[in-house]
């Protein structure tokens, strides 16, 4: 689940939390990061975004879906961080 947010002094930010099933069976969500955006475009979000997941140690190809808050950055059919995820798992 992605958001992109600007904090007091209008820095755009990328917040990502995740769900996930635990060891026990249970639904857990977790706060993975809040990384600063140099520029808060769909090619700087998705490149954030991978590279921030990697750097935890988490495989991408072990995740299912991709969450937003519904802004055009991220669910633009052409250019939305979820059409250039897709084109990057696609080609794999």
């Not at 755009?12 to 809040?34: E, N, R």
């Not at 055009?72 to 939305?80: D, H, L, Q, T």
Request: aromatic fraction near 8%; include cysteine; proline fraction near 1%.
């Amino acid at each position: 689940m992605c958001v992109e947010v600007a904090d007091y002094r209008s820095i755009k930010h990328l917040a990502v939390c995740s769900q996930y099933i635990a060891q026990s069976g249970d639904i857990q969500t977790a706060f993975l990061f809040d990384k600063e955006l140099p520029k808060a475009n769909a090619e700087t979000i998705t490149t954030t975004l991978l590279s921030s997941v990697e750097e935890l140690g988490l495989h991408t190809k072990d995740m299912s879906l991709f969450g937003s808050d519904g802004a055009a950055v991220f669910i633009g059919k052409r250019n939305g961080v979820g059409a250039k995820l897709t084109e990057v798992y696609s080609s794999n």
